[in-house]
């Protein structure tokens, strides 16, 4: 059996690009790392599989303990890991979610060419530069009082239809159609009512921005066509989160836990894994107002998506719905859901592994998806009807010098990772060592001169941080997500305008 | 005595050490305001807060993050800071003052989160150390 060894951890080859770490200990599942063996390099280079490892001691936590191609070290639960816990008898936990609840992307086409932008790309990147807020304290989209808050956590996009922010049509293309009914603005606390009023509709800064991009290559014209996206098109991502609400409703969620369920935090490897027992108070109120928090981010990125479309409009002086501005999905990438899947079972029926079980049951399971994208083949439930027979589409960020990808859940989904896939090229250098490699006025330069790329940022900083160098290649990442069959590739993007905070 | 920004894939962490467990509150805090500006102005009013914990890793988390949402809603980048550390019966209190540098004044990025990753708050022979992880 080939094996890899990383300080104290052994890898198994299981098979091509799948890669395990056995149960032992007080490991209550073995963990799996989706990766080539050139990513397995940069995984395996710093707590990436440490982190792994300690997500297996979850309670609950079933089959595997999984890491996506783009996994790399984050805090307590890595980035691009999936964990999946029973919600009867597991737990779900904040830690798991991360503090950016439903930071996500979404993908907005146009009926432009690169053609027609071609001559425009100055004007549009500092006209979007002046229209969206992002950076410290750059204020939101809308000023919210109290009311509007509480609108917002409690009905996400069908508030953004009734302000005027959005359309029926927006809510027929987001994942749950922009809204979570199981939540309870009354679990988020005052502290991330406050933070979250004056960053509604705002970028925020670190990898978070906007970009208007050209579709470059197409790899499935059939789903291609499904999702309105064709070669030389002109289209829109959208990449931010739920700001410091959110941020603060996973702080004061971690606070309670370990004042209130010390007991199963202490039994946890990494404070920051910190989980509240399924059925439990606490664990009702978080996932209450995780879900309000996912619906102020999906509000957070349409009314970023609105100025956009107010921007194109006065650039090429016509109206957005001429240029066909057609949100062609949004999809969440810090997130718990309780979903239902299929797994095996010993004859106790406690969930195995597939080896060890003697049937197979269908779960209502908590799934961690924290720097994972869901990434559901035709034939889910949830998807909607324009997805339902071609499977979702899951867009995939590359840096602000690289390609991005959309790709469309794929059928191993499933039964590989719960249905999910990565959720970017993940991040290869520190973002104090970047700063040390890079200027930002510099690789601002370079991006336009080489690669006609315009790039306007806040901070110089953040795009020293954020150059092209400091992540992995997302085209490797994309690779074993289309081989393993857990999101096939259907279309490459290449950045034209880039903002960020 | 002071702070250091330490590398971490994603995020930021800083090192810090002080004389005192005020110092080195203070001291962390200093690295979360590098970690945000490079160059913060020398503008700005100061203000005061104090937080209470059940212990010291808490307060120092909860110390942190009030100075993180101080930030949000008085739309200022905390500076200079200033803590005492006490304990009082079963709780640690922190009282804290930060100069609040205006926004328009400073080229600053966002940190969104203070973490308990890797935390470490020490005692050595000259005094306090400690390292935190934000997330960035």
């Given at each position: 059996m080939e094996t890899r060894e990383f300080g104290d951890i052994e890898l198994r080859r299981v098979r091509e690009h799948v890669w395990e770490i056995p149960q032992e200990g007080e490991m209550n599942a073995p963990a799996r790392v989706l990766a080539s063996e050139a990513l397995l390099d940069h995984i395996g280079d710093d707590k990436t599989l440490e982190q792994l490892r300690n997500a297996?001691?979850?309670?609950?936590?079933?089959?595997h303990a999984i890491c996506m191609p783009d996994g790399h070290q984050g805090y307590?639960?890595?980035?691009g890991g999936v964990g999946a816990t029973d919600t009867t008898d597991g737990c779900i936990s904040p830690g798991a979610v991360g503090?950016?609840?439903?930071c996500g992307v979404r993908m907005m086409t146009t009926n432009l060419t690169y053609e027609d932008l071609q001559g425009h790309e100055e004007e549009l990147v500092d006209a979007l530069f002046e229209a969206v807020p992002s950076g410290l304290?750059?204020?939101?989209v809308v000023k919210g009082d109290a009311e509007t808050i509480e609108d917002i956590l409690a009905r996400g996009m069908q508030w953004a239809v009734d302000a005027g922010y959005a359309t029926d049509d927006d809510l027929a293309h987001c994942e749950d159609e922009g809204f979570r009914?199981?939540?309870?603005?009354?679990?988020?606390?005052q502290k991330a009512k406050d933070r979250g009023r004056n960053q509604i509709g705002s970028l925020g800064s670190g990898n978070h921005f906007l970009e208007v991009q050209r579709v470059?290559?197409?790899?499935?014209e059939d789903v291609a066509e499904s999702f309105g996206l064709e070669a030389d098109q002109i289209v829109v991502l959208i990449h931010c989160g739920s700001r410091g609400l959110g941020h603060q409703t996973c702080t004061d969620y971690l606070r309670r836990i370990e004042k209130e369920h010390k007991d199963l935090l202490d039994g946890?490897?990494?404070?920051?894994l910190a989980a509240a027992p399924a059925g439990s108070e606490l664990a009702e109120e978080y996932y209450g107002a995780m879900c309000a928090a996912i619906n102020f981010a999906w509000v957070n990125r349409q009314l970023i998506m609105h100025r956009t479309r107010e921007v194109f409009a006065d650039v090429f002086d016509r109206d957005w719905r001429d240029m066909e501005m057609r949100l062609l999905y949004d999809v969440a990438h810090n997130i718990a859901k309780k979903e239902v899947h299929e797994v095996g079972v010993d004859p106790e029926g406690r969930p195995v592994r597939d080896g060890d079980a003697v049937e197979r049951e269908e779960r209502e399971l908590y799934v961690h998806r924290k720097g994972a994208t869901r990434a559901f083949p035709a034939?889910?439930?949830?998807?909607p009807p324009a997805y339902a027979d071609v499977g979702q589409p899951v867009i995939i960020p590359g840096s602000m010098g690289a390609g991005s990808y959309v790709l469309r859940g794929g059928d191993q989904s499933l039964d590989l990772t719960f249905g999910s896939t990565a959720h970017g090229a993940?991040?290869?250098?520190?973002r104090t060592k970047a700063k040390q490699e890079y200027w930002g006025e510099t690789v601002q330069d370079e991006l336009r001169e080489q690669e006609k790329i315009y790039v306007k940022a806040q901070s110089g900083a953040t795009v020293a941080e954020e150059a092209?160098?400091?992540?992995?290649?997302v085209d490797e990442v994309v690779r074993v997500s289309d081989e393993l069959g857990i999101g096939d590739k259907v279309a490459r993007t290449f950045p034209v305008c880039n903002i960020k905070g | 005595m002071g702070f250091t920004l330490r590398d971490h894939t994603a995020d930021v962490a800083v090192e810090a050490d002080g004389e005192s467990l005020g110092a080195v509150f203070a001291a962390v805090a200093d690295g979360l305001t590098a970690a945000m500006c490079d160059d913060p102005a020398e503008t700005g009013d100061r203000f005061s807060f104090a937080v209470r914990a059940e212990g010291r890793e808490a307060l120092l988390f909860d110390y942190l993050d009030q100075l993180i949402y101080e930030r949000d809603v008085r739309g200022v980048l905390p500076a200079a800071h200033e803590a005492t550390v006490r304990r009082a019966g079963d709780e640690w209190v922190v009282e804290a003052s930060a100069r609040g540098v205006p926004f328009a004044d400073v080229d600053a990025r966002d940190v969104k989160a203070v973490t308990y990753s890797e935390m470490r708050l020490a005692e050595t022979d000259a005094g306090w150390e400690a390292y935190v992880v934000f997330d960035v």
């Open positions: 297996t001691h979850l309670p609950g936590i079933t089959k307590g639960f890595p980035v503090y950016d609840i439903n304290g750059g204020g939101g009914d199981d939540a309870r603005p009354e679990f988020v606390s470059t290559d197409i790899y499935r946890l490897p990494d404070k920051e034939g889910r439930p949830e998807l993940g991040r290869l250098m520190s092209p160098g400091v992540y992995k290649d | -």
